[in-house]
Every structure is written in structure tokens, then in C-alpha cells.
């Protein structure tokens, strides 16, 4: 049974990592990075993964072993939970293929002091791999969450996710300086979040129907809507150490790839088509957007798919991933 020791006194900040599957080489990597920094104490979730490592014994650091794997949102709402018991007033949470920068973190905390350094603020840090995130801090633009989207489509955002879409590159160049050093957002990540423990005093932790995608777009966005702010900072760096799903490593759209797992595009759809159908404030420009969606997912099965039979299978797989988020069907995927 692994032991968990306290710090002498309540921690500053508290750092939540949830682990899942045959990943503790990542999670070692980033639990390293994070005990150089200043930090007073980091949670570990495992969600269903336990195993020995670097985390072991260490005074500064909780294990909480899960017997099963119930998710991202109940994962990272046991180690927010637990983060506050220990008294913290700060939480950053990290996935635990999320690498911090060195200094990212002392940078997130000196940013929430000259935005104020109340209870009101949230920050997240900047990483490079999402492109919502490269496009808000180069040109302003927010593309994720925005009112009257159908699953995952709004035709606003096209002008700047068609090429991707198509199968070129983004249109922002990543490599130019940023316009925004510090952006306004309306949600974030789990990745890279910073946050005052007191928010859970007054939202709360993740909802676990959501199992994992968009639990933390859905979280973030009621934290929004609560009337805390979010701030996304350009200067404060996670890496994404493992490539997403969502990166295509092939040829296909990841949608269409047979590298992709059916379970990953069952939740990510089912659950962004439900969290935005419950955002309609124009139903004619929600009811043209999800036309479009339907539009072009058969333009990604004829052209970016490696063949007609999967991409009859992935269409399916699909509408009925809309179909279930339409009808608040969440939970993990069977």
C-alpha cells in the first residue's frame, strides 16, 4: 500500500497530476520537473495504474491510488478535493504528459499577483501544441466554446482551421511573436491551470458524466460563467510530452485514422455536442453550423480517410456519438 506524507505546514500550492495506463515513464519525467520547482506539495492520482516510482516516500508528495479507471473529471476532481483538504491556496493541475517549463510555474504564480492576486482570477499556461491556444495569443481570436457551435463545428473558426482541416498547416505561424502576452479566455485546459483552492468553495469539482473530453472545457467554462476570470499566459510554457490524438501522425484526418481509437471519437464528439448544444442563443446559425458539420465530416470520408469502409464505420460511430450528446447519454463509453 503506498504511504502518503504531509509537508510540515499547509502548502502555498498544490500540484494535482492524474495518471493513467502504462504511462509512469511520462509521469516520472514530469513529477521530477515539478519538485524542482517551488512548489509545496504535489497529489498524484492514479487512476487505476498504481505503481512504484520516483513519487514513492517522498515527504512533499500524496498518492491516491484508484482501484479503476473512472476518468479525467473524476480524477482530477479527487486530487482537487484532496489538494484542498491539505489546506492549499493555490492548485495547479497537469496531466501527466504535461511538462511544465522550468520557471513556468513561479511564472503563473508572479502573473496572478500583478493581475491582483485574488480569488477572481484563474491563469493557464500556454501550450504550444493547441492550436486554439496559438491562435488567441497571436491574434486575439478564441475558436473553442464559442456560442451556437454544433459538436465540434463552427463555421466562424473555419477561415482559421480550414487548411488544418484539409490536411495542410495552420494558418498561424507559431514561430512569430506573440501579439497577446497574456490573453482573456472563457475556458482552459486541466493542463497547465492555475487556480485559488477557494473557487471549489463555490464551483464544483468536474462532472463526472462527461468520464474525460470536455469535462474540463465544461468545468472552466462554469468557472467563467461564475464571473472568475481566466487568463491564458504566453510566457508560462507546458509541453505536451506524449502527441494527442487530435495531432494527426498520418496522412488521414485523426477522425478517419485507423490509429485512432473508436472511443476517443465517441466521447469527444458525443461530449462537445453536448456541452454546446446546452450554449444555443441563435438557433438559425446553430442549426447552419451543424448542416456544415455534417457536410464536412463527408468531405473528410471521402478525402481524408484509407477507405470506404471505415469510413462508413466512422460515420456511424459518429451519429451516434451526436445522437447520444443530444440526448444527455454521457458516461464512459461501452
Same mark, same amino acid.
Not at 473512472?70 to 480524477?75: F, I, K, T
Not at 482530477?76 to 491556496?89: D, N, P
Not at 480550414?162 to 514561430?175: A, D, E, F, I, T
Not at 501579439?179 to 475556458?187: D, E, H, I, T, W
Given at each position: 500500500m503506498p504511504n502518503s506524507c504531509n509537508s510540515k505546514g499547509p502548502p502555498d500550492l498544490c500540484v494535482v497530476i492524474v495518471s493513467y495506463g502504462a504511462r509512469h515513464h511520462l509521469l516520472s519525467e514530469v513529477t521530477d520537473r515539478v519538485l524542482r520547482e517551488d512548489v509545496g506539495h504535489i497529489v498524484i492520482v492514479f487512476n487505476?495504474?498504481?505503481?512504484?516510482?520516483?513519487?514513492?516516500?517522498?515527504?512533499?508528495?500524496?498518492?491516491? $491510488? =484508484? !482501484?479503476?479507471?473512472?476518468?479525467?473529471?473524476? #480524477?482530477?476532481?479527487?486530487?482537487?478535493?484532496?489538494?484542498?483538504?491539505?489546506? *492549499?491556496?493555490?492548485?495547479?493541475?497537469?496531466?501527466?504528459?504535461?511538462?511544465?517549463?522550468?520557471?513556468?510555474?513561479?511564472?503563473?504564480?508572479?502573473?496572478?499577483?500583478?493581475?491582483?492576486?485574488?480569488?477572481?482570477?484563474?491563469?493557464?499556461?500556454?501550450?504550444?501544441?493547441?492550436?486554439?491556444?496559438?491562435l488567441l495569443l497571436h491574434t486575439g481570436v478564441e475558436t473553442i466554446a464559442l456560442p451556437n457551435t454544433f459538436a465540434w463545428f463552427h463555421l466562424a473558426n473555419e477561415r482559421h482551421?480550414?487548411?488544418?482541416?484539409?490536411?495542410?498547416?495552420?494558418?498561424?505561424?507559431?514561430?512569430?511573436?506573440?501579439?497577446? $502576452? =497574456? !490573453?482573456?479566455?472563457?475556458?482552459?485546459?486541466? #493542463?497547465?491551470l492555475l487556480f485559488p483552492a477557494a473557487?471549489?468553495?463555490?464551483? *464544483?469539482?468536474?462532472?463526472?458524466?462527461?468520464?474525460?473530453?470536455?469535462?474540463?472545457?465544461?468545468?472552466?467554462?462554469?468557472?467563467?460563467?461564475?464571473?472568475?476570470?481566466?487568463?491564458?499566459?504566453s510566457y508560462a510554457i507546458v509541453e505536451d510530452i506524449e502527441t494527442s490524438w487530435h495531432v494527426s501522425t498520418d496522412s488521414y484526418h485523426p477522425a478517419f485514422s485507423p490509429l485512432t481509437p473508436d472511443r476517443r471519437i465517441y466521447l469527444d464528439i458525443r461530449n462537445a455536442t453536448h456541452f454546446n448544444h446546452h450554449r444555443v442563443d441563435n438557433r438559425a446559425m446553430y442549426l447552419v453550423n451543424a448542416v456544415l458539420f455534417c457536410v464536412g465530416l463527408l468531405g473528410l470520408a471521402l478525402f481524408r480517410s484509407p477507405g470506404l469502409r471505415l469510413s462508413m464505420s466512422r460515420l456511424q460511430l459518429i451519429f451516434r456519438a451526436v445522437s447520444a450528446g443530444l440526448r444527455n447519454q454521457l458516461g464512459p463509453y461501452e
Open positions: 487505476g495504474n498504481f505503481a512504484e516510482g520516483n513519487w514513492s516516500d517522498h515527504p512533499h508528495i500524496t498518492l491516491v $491510488p =484508484v !482501484a479503476e479507471n473512472h476518468g479525467s473529471a473524476v #480524477g482530477f476532481g479527487i486530487g482537487m478535493e484532496r489538494a484542498r483538504a491539505l489546506g *492549499a491556496k493555490f492548485i495547479l493541475l497537469l496531466d501527466d504528459d504535461n511538462l511544465p517549463q522550468i520557471g513556468s510555474i513561479a511564472k503563473l504564480l508572479a502573473t496572478h499577483d500583478l493581475l491582483g492576486g485574488g480569488e477572481d482570477v484563474c491563469l493557464q499556461a500556454y501550450r504550444p501544441q493547441l492550436d486554439w491556444h496559438s482551421l480550414l487548411p488544418k482541416q484539409l490536411g495542410g498547416h495552420s494558418v498561424q505561424n507559431r514561430s512569430a511573436p506573440v501579439r497577446f $502576452p =497574456v !490573453a482573456k479566455s472563457r475556458v482552459a485546459c486541466y #493542463g497547465g473557487l471549489l468553495n463555490v464551483i *464544483a469539482v468536474p462532472d463526472a458524466r462527461y468520464f474525460c473530453y470536455y469535462d474540463d472545457i465544461e468545468f472552466t467554462n462554469r468557472i467563467s460563467a461564475a464571473g472568475i476570470s481566466i487568463y491564458l499566459c
